[in-house]
């Protein structure tokens, strides 16, 4: 029997390093056992043998990306099993190399439905984390604590996240199994913590408040949707759950009748296209990177709030920040252009962007487009995030690389990925193409037109995705 202990819940690496080893020396799944830290390290004392260094220049199987991100994520389950599932599957990766591909195997469902609650937890934590201000010394500036029970080992994980969206700020996060604190330079780790290390009192986002005021359906006080998106034991935590008592009192003090009739689709709709417009407006004053200085307006998603597709361009254009509208402009006429050829229609499409302020560069009296550099993406993906949120469309397509970039939080080859079903890391369907632009940019008529026709083709089978 091979002991194998890793030091921490959610070590990767540590995994990576041992299952290569086993490998190497033909170990097979049911001889090994697999640990964390030092706890049961005594279990199998009498018969566990140490696990050998991988031999330094060994490489003794290539896995595929599918492999690597489905380990990735699954290894952050608080399954034990785990480190073991992966372990069996990747043994039979000697045999059948595409193993993952292969759905309906066993195993593959297994490890795919871990790795699907981590993304869930991962994304909760990120939804739902609400940071409070804290006095830190004199001089020392404001600090912002947050409170937050993950499902699954994901706070490493999460970590760079927050870097991103709070840079400037300085920052801890506590969990019961590991705190990280960033002093606006570099991340620090440290022990697990209690729920009464943190500060109750105001949230820095008040404005979180009305928006939550403004999307709670009285629908959902019946129905497991509401628990299912925001699980009871983060309510605690976030602001805008005061107000639940109330809300949840003056939904009830309405009769059942209007609580059946808030079943309905569009009741429920108004609930969301409420929380949409206040999304919106809170958009308009959105200052989270330096593009607001120059552009006219943000320019903000269009479309019903219950369009099953949405489309994400890169940023709007001199027209569009102009009119305030996304996709008005040339870009905009091609685009629309396609979604014809595709027999897609305007209701079935909301429309936005990954960055909502025209970036450009003056030149005379002309502004050229400038790309978004991957500060500005990031900084934006906040409002994605919500649309996304909110909308929950069956499905989604990012047009171009700056879309892709943002929705799937890394760089997509469009060539490699065009014309098959992406997963979003929130586990949405997304596709991936050109941006109606490029079509645009082509010199000569006859590869615009076969251009143009592999981008109607994309958007035809985005479109059949959604049965
Ligand atoms: N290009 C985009 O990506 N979005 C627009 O809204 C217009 C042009």
New binding site residues.
């Given amino acids: 029997m091979r002991a194998v202990t890793l030091p921490a819940p959610d070590d990767m690496d540590a995994w990576r390093e041992a299952a290569r080893a086993l490998i190497a020396d033909d170990v097979p799944p049911d001889r090994v056992v697999w640990q964390v830290g030092a706890a049961a390290s005594d279990l199998f004392a009498a018969t566990a043998e140490a696990v050998s260094a991988p031999p330094a220049a060994a490489s003794p199987l290539r896995v595929s990306r599918g492999f690597i991100a489905l380990a990735g994520d699954a290894v952050l389950h608080q399954d034990p099993e785990r480190f073991a599932l992966l372990y069996a599957l990747l043994w039979r990766l000697r045999e059948t190399p595409r193993l993952v591909e292969d759905h309906a195997d066993p195993l593959v469902r297994r490890l795919e439905g871990l790795a699907k609650a981590v993304r869930r937890d991962i994304h909760k934590m990120r939804a739902f984390l609400r940071f409070r201000s804290v006095a830190d010394g004199v001089g020392a500036g404001e600090r912002y604590v947050a409170w937050f029970e993950p499902e699954h080992h994901i706070v490493r994980a999460n970590a760079a996240f927050f870097v991103n969206r709070f840079a400037s700020m300085r920052w801890s996060i506590l969990t019961p199994e590991v705190s990280v604190h960033w002093d606006g330079a570099a991340l620090h780790e440290g022990p697990g913590a209690a729920r009464g290390d943190a500060p109750g009192g105001d949230p820095i986002e008040e404005v979180w408040k009305t928006y939550y005021s403004s999307i709670f359906n009285p629908a959902r006080v019946k129905v497991k949707a509401m628990l299912k998106e925001m699980p009871r034991k983060y309510w605690k935590n976030m602001p805008e759950t005061a107000l639940v008592p109330q809300l949840l009192a003056s939904a009830q003090a309405r009769e059942s009748g209007m609580i059946e009739r808030a079943r309905d689709r569009t009741e429920i709709g108004s609930n969301v296209q409420g929380a949409w417009e206040a999304l919106r407006e809170e958009a308009l004053a959105c200052t989270r990177c330096h593009l607001h200085k120059h552009a006219t307006q943000t320019?903000f998603g269009e479309g019903p709030v219950s369009a099953p597709m949405m489309f994400v361009?890169?940023?709007?254009?001199d027209q569009?920040d102009l009119a305030g509208h996304?996709?008005v402009?040339p870009?905009?006429q091609m685009f629309d252009r396609a979604l014809a050829a595709a027999g897609i229609t305007r209701a079935e499409t909301y429309v936005t962007?990954a960055v909502k302020h025209f970036k450009f560069e003056p030149r005379g009296k002309r502004r050229i487009h400038a790309k978004p550099d991957a500060g500005e993406i990031e900084a934006c993906r906040w409002w994605i995030e919500q649309e996304q949120m909110l909308l929950q469309p069956k499905v989604t397509v990012a047009?171009g690389a700056t879309a892709a970039r943002s929705l799937f939080g890394k760089v997509m080859t469009i060539g490699r990925e065009r014309g098959r079903e992406q997963r979003l890391p929130d586990g949405g369907a997304a596709w991936i193409t050109v941006?109606p632009?490029h079509l645009l940019r082509l010199p000569d008529e006859s590869a615009r037109e076969a251009e143009f026709g592999r981008f109607v083709e994309d958007l035809r089978l985005a479109h059949a995705a959604l049965g």
């Fill in positions: 320019v361009g890169e940023q709007p254009g569009e996304p996709f402009g870009a905009g962007n047009l941006h632009s």
